[in-house]
């Protein structure tokens, strides 16, 4: 069968004893997993003995499918082993590892997977990925935030099917990497800002972020960042890239946090339309910004997610 294997890093302010000590115990997870933020309602079973080898933490939803995990080797405070079997949408097993090593005043972990695919699905092995690094990535940081802080300032909600529009926006258009998209994010709303006031645009109405393209083998998103245009405003000016949709139906999911975790509303997003099996429009996924990072505390930020539909 075709293999795969995947593999994210990041460095945590804190010893690998501690550290270890978190990702060895199945009664952490989840709390930090990229995947049960899409169904926190999804029955889990946790062991007594959550942090010794032979331990099995197994999780069941609609959304999230049907699977469990199970301690395979412990070696404090270095290494952590396991092997996550699925039973659904489809049955798979693979091989997971949380390497740790120490790293100035902290600790690196790097999160592999080994894997394989059926033969007839090998075309997804590059889709799996680049889809299962981004969540190992969001993972991370979450278990970053976690033991750093005590606390993930990530909460998600489903809000369905809704009606949105009409909506026109303004802004600055932009193609980045997934790694630099905060940074280029910010540059953009900077030089969104810049423009707006220079023709006299009312910077009255919600930010927002439209997102025309994600390049899977490039690891790349091509989107325009800026604000809401009122019915007022005129055109936007021809140096300023524009958007603009008419009332339709989209799945909405709404994230409350740092935007350092919108990730998770974008990732339910997602997983949500699969599991309905929603056909996506192509006039552009978006995201809108209920208030402002400068005035509004991380824990507190308001973010709507739309997937516009057909």
């Known amino acids: 069968m075709p293999k795969f ?9 804190d010893t690998p004893e501690n550290v270890f000590a978190k990702v060895a115990d199945f009664g952490t997870w989840p709390i930090w997993s990229p995947w049960l933020c899409a169904e926190p309602s999804a029955q889990m079973t946790i062991p007594e003995d959550a942090s010794s080898v032979g331990a099995v933490y197994s999780w069941k939803g609609e959304i999230v499918g049907e699977g469990e995990m199970e301690h395979i080797q412990l070696q404090s405070p270095r290494l952590v082993e396991n092997e996550i079997r699925f039973t659904k949408p489809w049955k798979s097993r693979s091989d997971v590892s949380l390497e740790l090593e120490p790293s100035g005043d902290g600790t690196k972990i790097t999160w592999h997977m080994n894997g394989a695919m ?24 979450m278990l970053k935030e976690l033991i750093e802080t005590g606390t993930i300032l990530s909460k998600t909600n489903v809000r369905g099917v809704e009606s949105v529009g009409p909506l026109r926006m303004a802004g ?30 009312p910077i009255e109405e919600a930010g927002i972020s ?15 960042a800026g604000w809401l245009l009122p019915e007022s405003a005129g055109d936007a000016p021809a140096e300023m890239a524009s ?21 998770n509303a974008w990732s339910t997003a997602h997983q949500v339309s699969r599991y309905k ?6 006039v552009g ?11 509004t505390a991380p824990a507190d930020l308001q973010s709507e997610i739309y997937l516009p539909l057909k």
Not at 277 to 282: A, D, R, V
């Open 5 to 13: 294997h995947v593999h994210r890093s990041t460095v945590i302010n």
């Open 118 to 141: 059926p033969w007839f699905m090998f075309w997804m092995i590059p889709q799996m990925e680049v889809f299962i690094g981004m969540d190992y990535e969001r993972g991370l940081k």
């Open 172 to 201: 600055i258009r932009k193609t980045t990497s997934i790694q630099q998209i905060g940074e280029s994010m910010k540059e953009a709303f900077c030089q969104a800002e810049e423009a707006f006031k220079k023709h006299g645009l």
């Open 210 to 224: 439209v997102y025309h393209k994600f390049d899977m083998k490039a690891g790349t998103f091509d989107y325009t």
């Open 243 to 263: 958007w603009s949709i008419p009332t339709l139906q989209a799945l909405r999911v709404d994230h409350v946090g740092s935007y350092d975790n919108v990730g």
């Open 277 to 282: 099996k929603l056909k996506q429009s192509k």
């Open 285 to 295: 996924t978006f995201e809108i910004y209920r208030n402002d990072p400068g005035e």
